[in-house]
């Protein structure tokens, strides 16, 4: 297309231009309101940059970059055995705790850029790319090197898009599949979800909601977050201590500052056994998705009443009674989600280290950066009618 391409660089929310939102589109995560929420309680060791593209003076694109300091964590994550943890600590220490990536490493899904529709993308990416390797000077120049370079997320159709000499020196991978369900147009509330379901399945969620007749759920509003936060932290940190991996652990004031910022659009619903929080997930309505956020639980609630399985119910009884057409369940929990009726919708990306030599070792050492989680996905309704897909529809790069 005519007109030379001109990427800005902010790392202070408050100099967004308001164009930003133009090309961002409908895609609440590369919008001004959760870009200021997630600013105002971005983790400890990150550090955001937004990324605008103009052609000849207009604004035509724009992305989130991430870099993450990992060297400032205590803990990568405690669930596997105690000798893995410590060589994986050490690894990353050394070798990769200085990531910068293109992209939202607190979301699932092809959130890391938007591109006004008629745009070259493959130009756009280049131009990213310069940026990106812009700000990989800044971070070198204050002492923090990237030792990796990642662009997340992106689905197999986009990446095309690096088909590029500059991309030569990077690994594609494939992680972990992020778990998206689908809502028929025929379904109008959660009865018609649980009539679609095989017996054996119909009959885990009869299970599950029995189990937790006696919890009370509500939904909380932003001086119930103030109130509960020590607990809601307590509660996420239960959950995030046992993951595989982590790359960062969330401000205590997280939720707090995405209810303020998003309002209606971040909901967090709070479980109570006997008046006491034993657990919470939150959901943001993004479009005609509803994208499963961060939660967490107390494990002998978990335990007794089933408590994650019935909050995924939850998710699909409120995506499905308010008209949405899909769920983002992301990449966590894969066979349960499963069970429930997520389908597995792959996900790409490109991954290049500092060191020409370990690079070059980047197909072996993989693994050591994404855990594989061995799984087995489930099938949970009749073949009544065909499932939807799980792709989006319109622009690769345009939120869906």
Same mark, same amino acid.
Not at 18 to 26: I, Y
Not at 86 to 98: D, G, L, Q, Y
Not at 196 to 209: G, I, N, P, S, V
Not at 274 to 292: E, K, P, S, W, Y
């Given at each position: ?38 600013? =105002?309680?971005?983790?400890? *060791?990150?550090? #955001? ?6 052609? &000849?003076?207009? %604004?035509?694109? @724009? ?94 159709? =986009?990446?095309?898009?690096? *088909?590029?000499? #500059? ?6 991978? &494939?992680?972990? %599949?992020?778990? @998206? ?99 919470? *997930? ?119």
């Amino acid at each position: 297309m005519a007109g030379t391409l001109h990427p800005e660089i902010f790392d202070d929310l408050a100099s967004l231009p308001q164009c930003w939102d133009v090309p961002a589109g409908a895609n609440i995560f590369l919008s001004r309101t959760y870009l200021s929420a997630l600013h =105002a309680s971005a983790p400890a *060791n990150m550090k #955001l940059h937004y990324i605008l593209v103009r052609r &000849s003076g207009i %604004p035509v694109a @724009v992305a989130i970059s991430q870099f993450l300091d990992m060297s400032r964590l205590k803990s990568f994550g405690e669930r596997d055995n105690r000798f893995k943890t410590k060589i994986r600590t050490i690894v990353f220490r050394r070798f990769a705790s200085n990531v910068l990536l293109l992209g939202n490493n607190m979301l699932t899904g092809q959130n890391a850029l938007a591109i006004v529709n008629g745009e070259n993308v493959q130009e756009i990416v280049l131009s990213m790319a310069r940026a990106l390797s812009q700000i990989a000077e800044r971070m070198a120049s204050m002492g923090k090197k990237p030792h990796l370079t990642i662009w997340k997320d992106f689905r197999q159709e =986009a990446m095309s898009s690096f *088909n590029h000499p #500059l991309f030569k020196d990077y690994f594609k991978f &494939s992680t972990q %599949p992020n778990m @998206v369900f689908a809502i028929p147009d025929f379904w109008r509330n959660e009865a018609d979800y649980v009539a679609t379901l095989h017996k054996k399945y119909r009959d885990q969620y009869k299970r599950a909601r029995k189990k937790s007749s006696e919890l009370e759920k509500r939904r909380l509003d932003l001086d119930d977050i103030r109130f509960f936060r020590n607990r809601i932290n307590e509660l996420y940190h239960n959950v995030a201590a046992n993951a595989p991996f982590n790359t960062f652990y969330l401000h205590e004031d997280h939720f707090y500052e995405l209810k303020r910022a998003m309002g209606e659009d971040f909901l967090v619903y709070g479980y109570f056994d006997a008046g006491r929080l034993v657990g919470f *997930n939150t959901i943001i309505r993004n479009g005609t998705d509803i994208d499963t956020y961060f939660l967490g639980y107390d494990e002998v609630a978990q335990r007794e009443c089933m408590l994650y399985l019935n909050m995924l119910y939850d998710m699909i009884g409120y995506s499905v009674n308010n008209g949405f057409k899909r769920i983002i369940f992301a990449r966590t929990a894969l066979e349960i989600k499963s069970s429930v009726g997520a389908r597995p919708e792959a996900m790409y990306g490109l991954i290049r280290h500092g060191n020409n030599i370990i690079n070059r070792q980047m197909h072996r050492l993989f693994g050591y950066f994404e855990p594989d989680v061995p799984w087995t996905e489930r099938h949970p309704f009749k073949d009544l009618a065909p499932q939807p897909s799980t792709a989006g529809e319109g622009s690769q790069y345009q939120a869906d």
